[in-house]
């Protein structure tokens, strides 16, 4: 694996994202800033998990990431019909996604969790019951 090539193609997808320095892409990440400076000096790469990670986050293919080779761009015939369209949804409907999932994932209450977080969200169900349906759904235990 070549490190270079690695910290080169990151430090390219931080421009594409106008991601300005180290600190902000480990928040971003959800990394330790000595971690992203040892990638963007060419010491180290991610670990797979953290490096599909990364590709989820900026939208590119793990192949392109790590190698330098094929298409950035993940090819939609070879990834899930619902991550797909993930990607084609903008960064601020991502984030929304990526947090209902978030919190989906940390409660014991899915269905007040769904609903509190599109409302939150200001997103919209494409079918969003009714108050008092909502109400009742809030409060089933």
Known sequence: MEYKGF????KGLMNDK???NQKQLAEWLGVSTSIVSEWLRAEKIPSHETAIMITNKFSC??????TGKGSKTPDKKTIDPFYAMYLELPEKH????????KALSETQEPKKTLLTTVREGGLTLAHEPDSE???RMANKK
Request: glycine residues 0%; hydrophobic residues 50%.
């Open 18 to 20: 106008d991601i300005k």
């Open 61 to 66: 293919s793990l192949d392109w990431l790590m």
């Open 133 to 135: 349906t909502y109400e």
């Open 94 to 101: 991502r984030l929304a996604v990526q947090n209902l999932v």
């Open 7 to 10: 910290a080169q193609r990151l």
